[in-house]
């Protein structure tokens, strides 16, 4: 079975542009969730959705959004990129057990993106 | 003061030795994460506990709720478990707050 899929790998964009991350959950998996590592830094979390509704948002501006397709994939969109947006995206999905509000979260491989 | 502490740091040892990482957090918690990371960005999930003890492999991780404590232990060390090694607890609010992380290199 695939683990959770991330794509594309690496991509370099310029200040101000915009760009949409892609990520496909362990098949079952109906949780997705984002975060953001800053090279040298610990992730921090960005949105996370379940059964294609936000559950939770992390300190980030409104620059960021997401959004959670019926397959249970999703999208990380960041607009009106800045350098400091140049970072690893890791998605993680998980799948919450009926009267359990947590799971075990398995995690991609990452979405590079560097801003110039 | 930072929600989730690990120690050390860093951590060099020699093959074989027993390796121990310790986890501190001052939030209420539903559950607590182990996550490997290795150079390039890949995260694997080691552990999730809520309570007691887990064992996988050489690998041990505990988590003393009372206390808000946990460690991490790796027994029988090999080059090959050199990575940073993640502590992340997820709050009452579902999201995970992440440890800074103990790079650990293991030689040969």
């Known amino acids: 079975d695939a683990g959770v899929t991330q794509s594309p790998t690496h991509l370099i964009k310029t200040r101000g542009q915009q760009v949409t991350l892609r990520c496909s959950p362990i098949?079952?998996?109906?949780?997705v969730s984002w975060y953001q590592q800053v090279l040298g830094q610990g992730p921090q979390f960005i949105f996370q959705?379940?059964?294609?509704?936000?559950?939770g948002r992390g300190n980030f501006p409104d620059r960021f959004s997401a959004r959670q397709f019926p397959n249970y994939s999703s999208e990380l969109n960041v607009n009106a990129l800045l350098l400091g947006d140049s970072a690893l995206y890791l998605c993680?999905?998980?799948?919450?057990?009926?009267?359990?509000?947590?799971?075990?979260?398995?995690f991609g491989p990452g979405t590079r993106l560097t801003v110039l | 003061k930072n929600e989730v502490e690990q120690s050390p740091q860093n951590l060099t040892a020699q093959e074989g030795e027993f390796i121990t990482i310790n986890c501190s957090y001052s939030?209420?918690?539903?559950?607590l994460h182990w996550l490997q990371q290795h150079p390039g960005g890949g995260i694997v999930s080691l552990f999730m506990?809520?309570?007691?003890?887990k064992k996988h492999g050489r690998l041990i991780a505990t988590i003393n709720i009372q206390e808000k404590h946990s460690s991490l232990h790796i027994t029988a060390s090999h080059p090959r478990d050199s990575a940073v090694y993640i502590c992340?607890?997820?709050?009452?609010?579902?999201?995970?707050?992440w440890g800074a992380g103990t790079k650990l290199i293991i030689k040969p």
């Open positions: 993680a999905s998980s799948s919450p057990r009926y009267g359990q509000l947590y799971n075990e979260q398995f």
């Open positions: 098949s079952g998996h109906k949780s």
């Open positions: 506990l809520s309570s007691g003890k």
């Open positions: 959705y379940y059964e294609k509704e936000e559950r």
């Open positions: 992340a607890v997820m709050d009452s609010n579902y999201q995970l707050i």
């Open positions: 939030v209420g918690i539903s559950a």
